[in-house]
């Protein structure tokens, strides 16, 4: 059983940042931030193993985009930057993946929190 609480979204002009964070209870394991803007479908952003030591970036965030976990502090962050108005969704936080791949079925989900980029 796996608690996930996000926090950090909110609405910037494009070229901004933002850090996304996601505390969790228990033992996320695996780790992931997902997105959905209305009207498309659910996208994979980012994984992290359990350690931190593996990582994977869906192609329309990497070089912009930074998966990082505290593990003493049990925390998922997503630093956001050169926000793009196409980034504008609500990104969940997820936990408990087998594989820890992007397209992975991922068992705990967070609330979710808004991110808007304005041009």
């Known amino acids: 059983q796996v608690l996930l609480v996000e926090s950090g979204g909110g609405s910037v002009q494009a070229g901004g940042s933002l850090r996304l964070s996601c505390a969790a209870s228990?033992?996320?394991?695996?780790m992931a931030w997902f997105r959905q803007a209305p009207g498309k479908e659910r996208e994979g952003v980012a994984t992290?193993?359990?350690?931190?030591?593996?990582?994977n970036y869906a192609d329309s965030v990497k070089g912009r985009f930074t998966i990082s976990r505290d593990i003493a502090k049990n925390t998922l962050y997503l630093q956001m930057n050169s926000l793009k108005p196409e980034d504008s969704a609500l990104y969940y936080c997820a936990a408990w993946s087998q594989w820890c791949q992007l397209e992975a079925d991922f068992r705990y989900w967070g609330q979710g929190t808004q991110v808007t980029v304005s041009s």
């Open positions: 992290i193993n359990y350690d931190g030591r593996i990582i």
């Open positions: 228990g033992r996320p394991g695996c």
